[in-house]
């Protein structure tokens, strides 16, 4: 009976004592907390201007001890975890001082009473324990009363004003306990900041009640609801963020495969914990004991926390705020500091980024690992695929191997996978076939057996054949292959596509990692060939639609292997090889091998051609269709080019494209089928009779000597309702008697400003436009330049804000000093005329653009084409222009791209006895050219 009632009293001494968590478990902050308080009281006591003389010392003891922490996180003695709860550490201190000298010194209450109580708690990271240097410092003020006291009002002001002006940023509440009760019922993120609540100073009771009830009323019974929210929390936030763990400049914090990814895991299990198992956010082993890690995979989350907490921090201090995005910029910082500190920048930072992603995708998978094991124990039902709600769709899988789970493709038993591999990729082919979503528990038996995908695994043909099938079946096949490159199935067997996964794109043109990029052209073919692109390319769209088996196959190979080459040379030429190698190995036919490998060497062609060449040109015609040799592998090339820049990233497709690779898709195929009609002369002849037919009698005659006059490129530059709107501008010009002119439009579907200038053609014509048009400001994307036997020029201009936006779209007077200085440049007169100074971007500026000069001849030995890239800039167009000039030479047509931060131009240049440059005339023009493009800052033109 003495032992029942001992351990009683035992019991109920434990129940009384606190539960809420008021410490975090890592380095010591390197602050003397009592030698800290014992310097503010001495402060106190001698009197005077005792607040700025607090804050200069806490600010001092701030300072020393970040500096001293940031020290050993450079040298490596502290790791990612370590130094996010140092830094924590050191804010403890900093503020439970604070409390106590506040308490002591500013605010005394010998004896509070019941209004005056007030616990100090952590909320949200703080409260987790892990701060980021820039992160804020999230306090709850938790008293007893709602009404508080004027002692709780004064030591809460007193506090907060302390510690706004020791520069930190707090972020604050004051609530009683039923008030955050209430909230927590109520709102989905103050439920979440009260999982990481931590008691810091003040009433242990207050808050030990508040965590009680916090546990006893909110979570109790709530399991199912708050980790479906939680979950759908996470999914609308990767939706912001581009919903892809890929993109080039990923959001540590936010993005798919980040740090908040990691936080919703441990807010679930947190949720869930019964126990108090989980004490540490970011360390495995918690998980572990309650079950939903094993050891191997709990060490796999300690390393991702471990490297996106480094990156994190790493961030914070280049940047010296609270920024997550990790820019082009700040990659090239932070890659030597963690780690990649030898060979060129690229490398180094396509090292860091590699290995950023490859943490990233292991954050997927542990959060599938953990959702499974919650699956299991029914504390959740994940989303379901559509075959779940098919009828028959248990008893119709005819695979003794795979089994359906809570509606998700399952091993029937993972231990055959040793036996028989195969079943790896019968899994991925009905999964795909069959449109089902694959069980957790798949990811993670194959996880723990991929070592079985080896060189025989590669070579087996029925594994090849299964292969080829569920590229050919897949309902969905960008989604199935994408599920393989998560599960690190895709690149072990197509170890082609191992080589790119991960790799990161050091330009501002792309949007993904190689990886990515290539999935989405399977999706980009997907959508083609499923008639959900028509309106945009209408004759891809037929192409793609009638793709017999062999041709489909053919695509998805090419797709999968044409950026293999990238980081290997020449990319084109190695991506071949390894095509030629990677079709072998499938056992696909000699026939197919050979057109996977050209389109592969190929695949760039096109799109260069039709916006750097003139494609009403017969001779880059006739050279295009000998390169090409056969009308199949143009129809294929045609819609390898459009699914290829389609993917690249959103915006990069464009109706300016559509309409040169569609012209150059015609010219090409009516040059292989040898139809005249088709010629570029014929069908700029049949375009000007189409608009001479729509427009009114009296206006075809009178812009019928404009007409007439224009060359043949003009024609094919641009499609019917572009040749109506120019007709109606002619007419107008003429009427007025003036033989120059300038208009601006806004083209809605490109987002981008025209400028049309109609005139006569001159010395430093093109130089004096391009002078006037960049002393307004705007970035020249684009400019096809037609000028007729009689020397009647009409050039058009595409302009862009420098955010990528339509140029003056929103500013009339813009437009208007655009139209009135290009209508003087026109007339010869550029008088103050300036341009201004780029707008640095450290961002762009991470990217190296080495400046390049080609030249090639044209057969017609009248101009020489000259190719060239150099880093964009306001006024680099003129300058380049200026260039030719003061050469001698004429421009007859100028091609210009922007591609991210790189402007790859195009002129066929002439002498003016209108003769293809010497060798000696392309050395002058190299020279001038390289010495513009090397030029780092733009410069005022003069006067």
């Not at 009135?820 to 007169?829: E, K, L, N, S, V």
Request: positive net charge; hydrophobic residues 40%; aromatic residues 8%.
């Amino acid at each position: 009976m003495a032992q029942r009632l001992k351990q009683k009293a035992k019991a109920k001494a434990k129940a009384k004592a606190s539960v809420i968590p008021d410490r975090i478990v890592g380095p010591d902050s390197g602050i003397d907390s009592a030698a800290l308080l014992a310097e503010l009281t001495e402060l106190a006591l001698a009197g005077g201007d005792v607040r700025n003389g607090a804050l200069a010392v806490l600010k001092s003891s701030l300072s020393d001890a970040m500096e001293h922490a940031k020290k050993l996180f450079e040298f490596g003695r502290l790791g990612g975890l370590e130094m996010a709860r140092m830094i924590a550490a050191i804010h403890d201190d900093i503020v439970t001082v604070l409390f106590d000298f506040t308490l002591l010194h500013v605010t005394p209450a010998a004896n509070p009473t019941q209004a005056e109580r007030m616990a100090l708690c952590a909320v949200g990271g703080y409260g987790r324990g892990e701060m980021a240097p820039q992160s804020d410092l999230d306090l709850l003020f938790l008293i007893a009363n709602k009404k508080g006291s004027p002692h709780t009002e004064a030591l809460t002001e007193y506090m907060l004003y302390m510690l706004w002006d020791l520069g930190l940023k707090v972020g604050h509440s004051t609530r009683t306990v039923d008030q955050c009760v209430k909230l927590a019922k109520e709102d989905q993120t103050i439920l979440t900041s009260l999982l990481d609540i931590r008691f810091l100073r003040g009433d242990a009771g207050l808050a030990d009640g508040l965590y009680k009830k916090f546990q006893s009323s909110v979570k109790r019974g709530r399991g199912r609801k708050y980790i479906s929210e939680k979950l759908a929390e996470r999914d609308e936030r990767h939706d912001r963020e581009g919903n892809s763990r890929y993109v080039i400049e990923p959001n540590v914090k936010e993005g798919k495969g980040g740090l908040r990814d990691l936080h919703v895991l441990y807010w679930i299990a947190r949720f869930l914990d019964k126990k108090g198992q989980i004490t540490d956010p970011q360390l495995g082993h918690d998980y572990v004991d309650m079950g939903l890690f094993n050891k191997a995979a709990a060490k796999r989350f300690t390393h991702a926390a471990d490297f996106l907490w480094r990156t994190r921090i790493w961030l914070h201090f280049t940047a010296n705020r609270a920024t997550e995005t990790l820019s082009f910029d700040k990659q090239v910082e932070i890659c030597r500091k963690m780690g990649y500190a030898s060979g060129p920048v690229e490398v180094a930072v396509e090292g860091f980024m590699r290995e950023y992603f490859t943490n990233a995708r292991e954050v997927g998978a542990l959060t599938r690992i953990a959702c499974a094991k919650l699956e299991e124990e029914k504390s959740i039902l994940l989303p379901k695929g559509l075959e779940t709600y098919l009828p028959g769709s248990r008893r119709n899988l005819k695979n003794p191997n795979l089994v359906l789970d809570h509606g998700r493709l399952m091993f029937s038993d993972p231990m055959n996978i040793r036996n028989d591999p195969s079943i790896i990729l019968q899994l991925f082919e009905t999964a795909g076939r069959r449109n089902l979503d694959i069980h957790p528990d798949a990811f993670s038996a194959i996880d723990f057996r991929r070592n079985v995908i080896d060189a025989d695994f590669r070579r087996n043909p029925k594994n090849s054949k299964l292969f080829q099938k569920l590229l050919l079946s897949a309902k969905a096949p960008y989604a199935t292959l994408k599920a393989m490159n998560e599960a690190g199935v895709l690149g072990r067997y197509l170890t082609e596509f191992g080589g790119i996964v991960g790799r990161t794109q050091f330009n501002m043109h792309h949007a993904f990692t190689v990886d990515e990029h290539t999935l989405r052209l399977i999706d980009h073919f997907d959508n083609l060939r499923k008639d959900r692109m028509a309106e945009a390319v209408p004759i891809g769209t037929e192409i793609a639609k009638n793709f017999d088996k062999t041709e489909m196959l053919t695509i998805f190979l090419t797709c999968l292997l044409h950026d293999t080459g990238k980081g290997q040379g020449d990319q084109c030429i190695e991506g071949a090889q390894l095509a030629r190698r990677a079709c072998r190995r499938l056992g696909v036919s000699q026939s197919m091998t050979d057109t996977v490998a050209w389109l592969v060497r190929r695949h760039l062609d096109m799109s260069e051609t039709a916006q750097r060449r003139d494609i009403s040109d017969p001779e880059t015609i006739s050279k295009f269709g000998e390169l090409v040799g056969s009308l199949e592998r143009l129809q294929l090339l045609y819609v390898l080019t459009i699914v290829d820049i389609h993917a690249v990233g959103p915006g990069i497709w464009n109706d300016w494209k559509a309409v040169l690779l569609r012209g150059l898709y015609k010219n090409t195929a009516a040059f292989l089928e040898g139809r005249e009609e088709l010629a570029p002369a014929a069908m700029a002849h049949a375009m000007q009779e189409q608009v001479n037919e729509k427009l009114p009698g009296d206006m075809a005659e009178r812009v019928r000597p404009i007409f007439e006059d224009l060359p043949n490129n003009y024609w094919l530059n641009f499609d019917m309702s572009d040749l109506m709107r120019h007709a109606r501008f002619y007419d107008g010009v003429l009427q007025a008697g003036d033989h120059t002119a300038v208009q601006t439009r806004v083209n809605k579907t490109r987002n981008v400003m025209e400028l049309w200038v109609l005139t006569q053609d001159r010395s430093h014509l093109f130089a004096d436009l391009t002078r006037a048009i960049s002393s307004c400001g705007p970035t020249i994307v684009g400019a096809r330049l037609h000028t007729g036997e009689t020397g009647r020029v009409m050039n058009v201009f595409y302009l862009h804000t420098i955010d990528g936006q339509a140029f003056g779209a929103k500013s009339s007077h813009t437009l208007e000093t655009l139209r009135r200085r290009t209508d003087r440049a026109a007339r010869g007169d550029v008088s103050g005329l300036t341009i201004p100074d780029q707008i640095k971007s450290k961002r762009a500026g991470a990217i190296p653009v080495k400046p390049k000069v080609t030249f090639h001849e044209s057969a017609s030995n009248t101009s020489t084409i000259v190719e060239l890239q150099g880093r964009d800039r306001p006024g680099l167009l003129h300058a380049l222009s200026v260039a030719i000039s003061e050469c001698g030479f004429d421009l007859l047509s100028a091609h210009i791209e922007v591609v991210g931060t790189t402007a790859i131009d195009t002129f066929y240049v002439t002498t003016k006895d209108k003769l293809a440059l010497t060798a000696a005339e392309q050395k002058l023009l190299k020279a001038s050219f390289v010495k513009v493009l090397k030029i780092k800052k733009s410069h005022k033109a003069a006067a």
